[in-house]
């Protein structure tokens, strides 16, 4: 087997966005792209999580005909739990009134002291970045991801490390800061994702880094697989590569979610 080859077969891919940044109703022409993608790819279960702030284009019944005319995929119900100062608000109220038509909530922060901007907007997300202490705001959004688990309204959380997304490092070890979010969230049973995206940002890694991923499986925390794509041609993006890294490191299952119930699925070889 050549050091290229993938050793182990990803099925899953829970974090897609099928609105892309703006308001898009779900249609079978919006979402069939999406089954065709993953099927051409060899994935049988995905989550549609759609940014809280795009509600308004999620349908549920157009998901249910989606899975009618699609019966070889799994295909979740899910949405992104931002901390948007502005429209997050009411995407939990949204969230707390479909809960049970919900299969899965991803949670994630992308704001930090600017209510009116991304921090990973690339590439205008950097400047929140100048003249700033980094250790500081490394600090800052730890608490704000503990906040967010705090919300009890979430199942897993996505790129747990984007604050690394444009470069910028810590300066003092964050380890102490790491392993406390980790456990705050092992002990309320939440998983995290393994997500592609970083390979495709200006810091051009996993998210999460190898030393936090490493943290995360001592504490038994479980996995999901993710590519954040924001277009059909995106899902399952470097998930080869993604296998891999996987397999170096013995990871060996991932989590699937159906109404927020976890299952743990062996992978195959
Ligand atoms: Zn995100
Ligand atoms: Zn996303």
Redesign the pocket.
Same mark, same amino acid.
């Given at each position: 087997m050549s050091s290229e080859a993938s050793p182990i077969l990803l099925f899953s891919d829970y974090?897609t966005?099928p609105q892309g940044h703006r308001v898009q109703h779900y249609t079978q022409a919006l979402l069939q792209p999406w089954a065709d993608s993953a099927r051409r790819l060899g994935l049988n279960d995905i989550a549609f999580?759609d +940014?809280d702030r795009y509600h308004a284009g999620i349908d549920f019944d157009e998901i249910n005909r989606l899975r009618e005319r699609n019966p070889d995929l799994q295909i979740r119900a899910g949405i992104?739990l931002d901390n948007d100062p502005i429209h997050s608000p009411a995407g939990r109220k949204w969230i707390e009134k479909h809960w049970d038509e919900l299969d899965f909530v991803?949670g994630?922060v992308h704001f930090l002291d600017r209510p009116d901007q991304m921090f990973d907007s690339v590439p205008d997300g950097a400047a929140q970045f100048d003249d700033k202490n980094i250790d500081g705001l490394y600090t800052d959004y730890f608490r704000r991801l503990r906040e967010l688990v705090a919300t009890g309204l979430v199942d897993c959380l996505? +790129?747990f490390d984007l604050i690394k997304i444009h470069g910028h490092r810590p300066t003092s070890g964050i380890g102490t800061l790491v392993s406390e979010t980790l456990e705050f969230i092992r002990v309320r049973n939440l998983a995290i994702e393994l997500s592609t995206?970083g390979w495709r940002k200006p810091v051009n890694e996993l998210y999460p880094s190898d030393s936090i991923l490493e943290l995360a499986m001592e504490k038994g925390i479980p996995l999901t697989t993710a590519s954040?794509a924001?277009s059909h041609v995106q899902l399952g993006e470097n998930f080869a590569n993604l296998a891999h890294k996987m397999a170096q490191l013995g990871i060996r299952q991932v989590c699937i979610f159906e109404k927020h119930k976890r299952a743990e699925v062996p992978l195959q070889l």
């Open positions: 974090h966005h999580t +940014h992104e991803l994630s996505a +790129h995206a954040d924001h």
